[in-house]
Structure formats: structure tokens, C-alpha cells
């Protein structure tokens, strides 16, 4: 069984649609993420949610909204989608960052 | 500017040889982690370490904490094909914080 699951693996859209990634794990830590990685395959943190606390990258613009419906489910909705939002996206799940984390193998999403 | 910057960004070298990568901060890292990653994957956890001047092995890959606890170094032995990849270091400023990556260093081993 996959440890971090994304949905889907592929997204290609249109510069103004409204789209959601789905993330899913299945190890029982308490802390999810949701990472972009640009085209200089830099790695940069967007959100980071356990049950009692979101926290936000200050540098995310709001159309980014994370989701979760229950502890193993952390869902990435964008709205209003630019050119500037193409890059693979990398949910993680932690016990805490101190032990590592684990990530699900990403989404390329391509807005045209 | 980023937090971790690595070095060097790119590295070719043949199989067999040896390599070092570096991980360097002004800040200080309550821990430091080492990620290697392929194509069309995400980053894969190679070890943790907490504690300044700390040492640990994995086979062929031999990882350091710096003693301040700034920076962080991989050494490989004799690299082989498979060790070809996307390797990133990332820190944690805090027990629980998010985890800051560096740029990374692609590693190509040539046969």
C-alpha cells in the first residue's frame, strides 16, 4: 500500500479554472504538508495542518486553500489559476519534522 | 536567499569515484535530514541527524552534522549508476516546524 497517495498524477487546465489536488495517507502521523517544487526543482513549503493547527506560508497568495476533511486527508484547492502555478506539488506526512518526512510522488500540474 | 544553500548545484563524475556535498547555513538546525530524489518522485528520506558532530553511515554514503549545528556534509565512496539523482538537505529550526530545503545537488554517475 502506498504510504502518501496524490490525485491526480497529471493536471493540465486553463489559466482561470477553480482545481483540487487530493492527498492521502495511510501512516497515522499527525502532521500534513503540501510542497511546491518550481522548475529549478526548488522545494518550498506552502502549508503545513495537524487537527489542531494550520499554518500558512506567508508568501502563498490565498487562491491556495488546503483542505481536511480528517486527520489522514490534506486536499489542495486552487482557485483562479495563473500561468505562475505550473510546478509539481508534493504533499508529506510527518509524526513530526523531526523524524522526516514522507512524500507522495507528486502532481504536475501544467496551466495553459 | 535561502536558508540552506548546497554545493555544488551540479556534479558529473565517473563511477567509482568519490564525492562530497555540502549543506551550510548561518542558522542553527534542531535536526537535518538528507533526501535523495528521482524522476517523476518525490524525495526520499536517507537519514536524520540531531545531534552537532554527529556521524552516521549507510552503506556507501557516510552523513555529518556540523558541532554548531549549521551545516552538514554527504560523502559518497565509489558512486555507482544507481546513485544518480536529486540530492536534498533540509532542516528543522525546531522540534515540530516545518522543514526548510536547501537547492539541491543533481548527481549524475556516469558508467
Known amino acids: 500500500d502506498t504510504a502518501v497517495s496524490q490525485t491526480p498524477k497529471y493536471l493540465v487546465t486553463q489559466m482561470g479554472n477553480d482545481k483540487s489536488i487530493k492527498c492521502e495517507q495511510n501512516?497515522?502521523?499527525?502532521?500534513m504538508y503540501w510542497y511546491k517544487q518550481d522548475s529549478k526543482k526548488f522545494l518550498k513549503i506552502m502549508f503545513s495542518y495537524n487537527n489542531k493547527e494550520l499554518i500558512i506560508n506567508e508568501t502563498v497568495p490565498n487562491r491556495f486553500s488546503p483542505k481536511s476533511p480528517d486527520k489522514a486527508h490534506l486536499n489542495l484547492h486552487i482557485n483562479s489559476l495563473e500561468l505562475g502555478d505550473s510546478a509539481v506539488y508534493f504533499c508529506a506526512s510527518s509524526p513530526r519534522s523531526l523524524y522526516g518526512y514522507t512524500f507522495g510522488s507528486g502532481t504536475r500540474l501544467t496551466v495553459v | 536567499t535561502q536558508l540552506l544553500e548546497q554545493s555544488p548545484q551540479f556534479l558529473s563524475i565517473q563511477e567509482g569515484e568519490n564525492l562530497t556535498v555540502y549543506c551550510n547555513s548561518s542558522?542553527?538546525?534542531?535536526?537535518l535530514q538528507w533526501y535523495r530524489q528521482e524522476p517523476g518522485e518525490g524525495p526520499v528520506l536517507l537519514v536524520t541527524?540531531?545531534?552537532?558532530?554527529e556521524v552516521k553511515k549507510l552503506k556507501r554514503l557516510t552523513f555529518q552534522f556540523g558541532d554548531a549545528r549549521k551545516d552538514s556534509s554527504l560523502h559518497i565512496t565509489a558512486a555507482q549508476p544507481g546513485d544518480t539523482g536529486l540530492y536534498l538537505c533540509?532542516?528543522?529550526?525546531?522540534?515540530?516546524?516545518?522543514?526548510?530545503f536547501g537547492g539541491g545537488t543533481r548527481l549524475m554517475v556516469k558508467p
Open positions: 541527524v540531531v545531534t552537532g558532530g
Open positions: 501512516l497515522g502521523h499527525d502532521t
Open positions: 542558522s542553527v538546525f534542531s535536526s
Open positions: 533540509a532542516g528543522a529550526r525546531a522540534a515540530g516546524n516545518m522543514l526548510t
